[in-house]
């Protein structure tokens, strides 16, 4: 059995950081890709970022160079620093991996979220 869980979220004021971290667990033969996502309220889950298993990463417009993606493949951890946060980065942020079991079946995981929230 594979789980992804996220920890880090919270509430922070307007232009203030928040570091996320996903930890991978259980039967892992090979992490991909590994990515967060958000969902604000009434919109749709969207990609924020992207690592790959050989470091490449990509970012959404609305977030490059102010946040920055990056794993430790040691840990089975994955992170997202968020610098410069503002209002409109509030959402429950989602880490996704495809991940080999030692079965080695393929499948795509969820976290369960960590709730962000900017705000003053």
């Known amino acids: 059995q594979v789980q992804l869980v996220e920890s880090g979220g919270g509430l922070v004021q307007p232009g203030g950081s928040l570091r996320l971290s996903c930890a991978a667990s259980?039967?892992?033969?090979?992490?991909?890709?590994m990515d967060w996502y958000r969902q604000a309220p009434g919109k749709q889950r969207e990609l924020v970022a992207r690592?790959?298993?050989?470091?490449?990463?990509t970012y959404a417009d609305s977030v490059k160079g102010r946040f920055t993606i990056s794993r430790d493949n040691t840990r089975n951890t994955m992170y997202l620093q968020m610098n410069s946060l503002k209002p409109e980065d509030t959402a429950i942020y989602y880490c996704?991996?495809?991940?080999?079991?030692?079965?080695?079946?393929?499948?795509?995981?969820w976290g369960q979220g960590t709730q962000v929230t900017v705000s003053s």
């Open positions: 996704h991996a495809q991940i080999t079991a030692i079965s080695r079946s393929t499948t795509s995981y």
């Open positions: 690592i790959t298993n050989s470091f490449s990463t």
């Open positions: 259980g039967s892992i033969f090979t992490i991909y890709n």
